[in-house]
């Protein structure tokens, strides 16, 4: 009796033995099914980031491209708009007196208008337009409206060469920015021409390029790099 207790323990004892060697095993299937799956989605993941970073790069370019088209944009509608300006002054003075221009005196007048130490107009313009008007003898500033911070007019300022013979020798129109009195400034120079055709001077229109486009703004740093990236810059214009 008490060896038949004892074989039929034993059998169970396998039994259960077999049964736990099942179930380790089992249970090592399932261990090893799922590292199988973890890393099955830990490539799906690489997959997909590898496949995302050339959209994610494309989407950066075009919002980088779109950015800067716009500013070249707004580049160019300042510098339409200050050319009209400076534009404009020229007929102003045309209208004022057709005469020729005379410097005589250490003064430059348009006929019988005499224009230097004479801000009414440009002044008058200035207030109009928003825009700062500097006229020039040759390559020196004569009259302005643009002021240093002891609020003095920055009168008796020379131009660098490039822009004289630009303008003054050649007669062409010079689009830029600069550095004036501490400040900067988007601007337009163009000719001023005698009744002769001949160019005796410089007229030009500013405007400080914190007023074409907010300095806080991502957009400003762009319209920075654009003027930057332009061939006809002149930076700290003025000597």
Not at 37 to 48: E, P
Not at 131 to 138: E, G, Q
Request: charged share 30%; with cysteine; aromatic share 8%.
């Amino acid at each position: 009796m008490e060896e038949k207790i004892a074989e039929d323990m034993a059998g169970k004892i396998e039994e259960l033995s077999e049964n736990i060697k099942k179930k380790k095993k089992k249970i090592k299937e399932e261990k090893k099914e799922l590292h199988n799956q973890f890393q099955k989605k830990g490539l799906m993941k690489k997959i997909l980031l590898v496949s995302l970073i050339p959209i994610i790069i494309m989407a950066v370019m075009l919002t980088v491209i779109s950015s800067y088209k716009l500013i070249e944009v707004m580049r160019e509608d300042a510098y339409s708009e200050l050319e009209a300006v400076a534009n404009m002054v020229d007929k102003v003075y045309d209208e004022i007196d057709d005469s020729n221009y005379v410097y005589e005196d250490g003064e430059l007048k348009k006929g019988s208008y005499r224009i230097t130490n004479n801000n009414t107009m440009i002044d008058a313009i200035k207030k109009k337009t928003g825009d700062d008007i500097t006229v020039f003898y040759k390559n020196e500033s004569i009259l302005t409206t643009i002021f240093d911070k002891k609020m003095n007019r920055v009168n008796h300022l020379f131009v660098k060469e490039d822009i004289e013979n630009t303008v003054i020798k050649n007669g062409k129109v010079y689009k830029c920015r600069e550095t004036i009195a501490g400040t900067e400034y988007c601007s337009v120079y163009i000719p001023l021409k005698d009744n002769s055709e001949n160019v005796i001077g410089m007229l030009s229109a500013s405007k400080e390029i914190k007023i074409v486009i907010d300095r806080s703004s991502i957009n400003y740093w762009l319209f920075n790099f654009g003027f930057t990236c332009n061939n006809h810059f002149c930076n700290n214009l003025y000597g």
